[in-house]
């Protein structure tokens, strides 16, 4: 069983930085891709960042040059690097897995950027 929990959220000023982490229990033995999508109410949930496990990243338009997607295998652990945040950049940010056909998400972790 696949589990994915994110941390690392909180609150901070406009221009400052976060480091989410997202730890996954359970073995995959298949190419996957895990990625960060966020939400803000009454919005679709959208694609932050992504990294398959060849290596290959994908970026949103609106976090390119600010955000950085990497990952830790020994540790399991994806990290998604935030800098230069928005008020725009505030939202759930959600861990997410694709692997063998299955989807997997995380618990979500806030983050706010207000001065």
């Known amino acids: 069983q696949v589990h994915l929990v994110e941390s690392g959220g909180g609150l901070v000023q406009p221009g400052g930085s976060l480091r989410l982490s997202c730890a996954r229990s359970?073995?995959?033995?298949?190419?996957?891709?895990m990625g960060w999508y966020r939400q803000t109410p009454g919005k679709q949930r959208e694609l932050v960042a992504r990294?398959?496990?060849?290596?290959?990243?994908n970026y949103a338009d609106s976090v390119r040059g600010r955000f950085a997607i990497s990952r830790d295998n020994a540790k399991n652990t994806v990290y998604l690097q935030m800098n230069s945040l928005k008020f725009e950049d505030t939202a759930v940010y959600y861990c997410?897995?694709?692997?063998?056909?299955?989807?997997?998400w995380g618990q979500g972790t806030q983050v706010t950027v207000s001065s």
């Open positions: 997410n897995l694709v692997v063998g056909g299955r989807n997997y």
């Open positions: 359970g073995s995959i033995f298949s190419n996957y891709v």
């Open positions: 990294i398959a496990s060849g290596g290959t990243t």
